[in-house]
């Protein structure tokens, strides 16, 4: 069974405003995704609050339910999960569909490599297209069976282990939390430790978080290993809001003038942040209040201002740490005096869309001298004449247009926006609040 569903939700933003006040976006996606995984195996009850209840982590938290965990919602974002210890999930008796998740994908292929049950990850159209030899090479050198479809896609079919599995010692080919994650959630199930290189700093929330449920985890920029055989004890978790969400606010601001926003207990890990690195670079106007830890993840609340951006070259070093963001941050470019370049992000290409072409086209419908690059692009801020644009069924790519409107001539169309709630329930009522101009339709099919 497949989660594809027919597309009916479109946006239509009216041209010009401003954004202002004080907003809370909801909880990382990232942070929520592990959360649920950790707590469903770790011994005990975990309580975990700010969960963001967008479909990809409700994929997760279905999955693990059919696995044996007990989960109570105690409101939309409060979940209190009785996890079954790291050797008692058990055979969900179906197909595990995680929709348009790749996180859930990827990570839980590495957990189900481990199991001696059989199991079958699926997904959307979108899901299906994406790359996983990426986890599926690295699990078969650890002694895992995965069938895939051709050219490595899902849906996989995963073979009974032979516990234990091989430690290995990985250099991933590219920076990626998702395969990193995988490895090392496998990793727990292997005799000795199994270590993963990248070329560059991945998000590290899996370390951190392994580590609050009291895993050992061994842990550098560009580098984590974990040693097998290891529990985990349940703990309480506090989700930041989620900064790639934020970011759709912040660019919004950061490009209409008079915009003064402030975005609460936004999740500020170093490896994360590249979008403040870069607005910041092309002159946006943004501070920093009420720094804390929260859930072990450094938070505070981003305040911006609506700025005069300038194009930059951006820096590769933080490429990784902004790769979200690139969809909010080529609006931020459309917007800014002179040329943009991005250059060292391929991994665009294979995300929920190839984000390099819907953004690249999405620009040039509007007007904008957009030029996609193999691994980036190159564009030349001017005027945003407004028009209609495809999301692809991509969030990131609806919602980045949406904010576009508030530089533009015309008013925005943006079609096939039913997937922003995997990722941001409660966008259009949010973004209303804070002042944008939309408005939202819905064909019956
Ligand atoms: C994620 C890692 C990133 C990111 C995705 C979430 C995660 O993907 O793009 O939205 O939660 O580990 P990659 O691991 O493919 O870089």
């Known amino acids: 069974m497949s989660s594809d569903v027919l597309s009916v939700l479109s946006y239509h933003v009216a041209p010009g405003g401003r954004l202002s006040g004080r907003h809370r976006v909801p909880g990382d996606k990232s942070i929520s995704h592990r959360a649920v995984m950790f707590a469903a195996l770790a011994e005990g009850t975990s ?31 409060t979940l209190r999960i009785t996890g079954v210890g790291i050797d008692g999930l058990k055979d969900p008796g179906t197909v595990l569909d995680v929709g348009n998740s790749g996180t859930s994908m990827r990570l839980m292929c590495g957990l189900l490599a481990a199991q001696r049950f059989g199991s079958t990850l699926t997904g959307d159209a979108s899901l299906r297209r ?63 430790l199994t270590e993963v290189h990248e070329p560059e700093a991945s998000r590290d929330h899996t370390e951190r978080m392994l580590s609050a449920f009291g895993v050992r985890v061994e842990a550098r920029e560009g580098y984590a290993a974990v040693q097998g055989g290891q529990r985990l004890r349940a703990i309480d978790i506090e989700v930041p809001s989620d900064i790639s969400s934020a970011a759709f606010l912040m660019v919004g601001a950061a490009i209409a003038p008079g915009s003064d926003v402030t975005l609460e207990a936004v999740g500020l890990n170093p490896t994360r942040t590249g979008v403040l690195h870069i607005l910041k670079a092309m002159g946006a106007r943004i501070s920093i209040a009420n720094e804390r830890t929260i859930g072990g993840e450094p938070v505070g609340d981003v305040r911006i201002l609506g700025s005069a ?71 030349s801020g001017g005027r945003l004449r407004g028009g209609s644009v495809e999301s692809l069924g991509d969030h990131r790519i609806a919602m980045s247009f949406a904010v576009a409107a508030l530089r533009a001539e015309q008013p925005i169309t943006i079609r096939d ?12 009522t949010l973004m209303q609040a804070a002042g944008l101009r939309l408005r939202v339709s819905t064909r019956h099919p």
């Open 417 to 428: 926006c039913d997937n922003v709630a995997t990722s941001f329930p409660g966008f259009s």
């Open 130 to 192: 994406r790359p996983m030899k990426r986890v599926t090479e690295p699990l078969a050198q650890m002694g895992a069976t995965i069938h895939t479809q051709a050219g490595g896609r899902a849906p996989l079919q995963i073979e009974p282990a032979a516990r234990p599995l091989n430690a290995i010692r990985y250099h991933s080919p590219v920076a990626s939390a998702q395969v990193k994650s995988s490895i090392l959630l496998a990793g727990l199930y292997a005799e000795g």
């Open 309 to 379: 951006l300038h194009g930059i070259d951006i820096d590769p070093r933080w490429v990784a740490s902004a790769i979200d963001e690139f969809p909010a941050l080529f609006i931020a470019a459309a917007c800014a005096r002179g040329e943009t370049r991005l250059s060292g992000a391929a991994e665009l290409r294979v995300k929920e869309s190839d984000r390099i072409s819907a953004m690249c086209n999405g620009l040039r419908a509007l007007g904008i001298d957009a030029v996609a690059l193999a691994d980036g692009a190159r564009i």
């Open 47 to 77: 309580t975990i609050t700010g969960f963001l209840d967008g479909e990809d982590c409700l994929c997760t938290l279905r999955a693990f339910e059919a696995m044996g965990a007990t989960v109570a919602r105690l409101d939309r974002t």
